[in-house]
Nanobody, 119 residues
Framework: QVQLVESGGGLVQPGGSLRLSCAASRSIFSIYALGWYRQAPGKQRELVAVVTSGGNPNYVDSVKGRFTISRDNAKNTVYLQMNSLKPEDTAVYYC?????????????WGQGTQVTVSS
């Protein structure tokens, strides 16, 4: 089992920055995939950024060059640095991890953190 707790959301003006954190209840060193998703009102949840074990990060086109996903294994935390924020980035942001074991893949979600970009 992995419990995930997101933080760092809030209200920011267009062009501003936020850094989201997702703290895991245990080591993420062996976690296969760590990702951030978002869901805006009336829309489906979409992948924002993901990094897999030994792989390069991948981003949805709309955030490339503005968002950066990173992990700190020592702190069991994955981050999403968001720069040059736009009103269309407004959504609830969720952290997701995929723990790949010999019994199969286990997927865990955080509770979400609200990001609102508005002047």
């Amino acid at each position: 089992q992995v419990q995930l707790v997101e933080s760092g959301g809030g209200l920011v003006q267009p062009g501003g920055s936020l850094r989201l954190s997702c703290a895991a209840s245990r080591s993420i060193f062996s976690i296969y995939a760590l990702g951030w998703y978002r869901q805006a009102p009336g829309k489906q949840r979409e992948l924002v950024a993901v990094v897999t074990s030994g792989g390069n990060p991948n981003y949805v086109d709309s955030v490339k060059g503005r968002f950066t996903i990173s992990r700190d294994n020592a702190k069991n935390t994955v981050y999403l640095q968001m720069n040059s924020l736009k009103p269309e980035d407004t959504a609830v942001y969720y952290c997701k991890v995929v723990d790949r074991t010999i019994r199969g893949d286990y997927v865990y979600w955080g509770q979400g953190t609200q990001v609102t970009v508005s002047s």
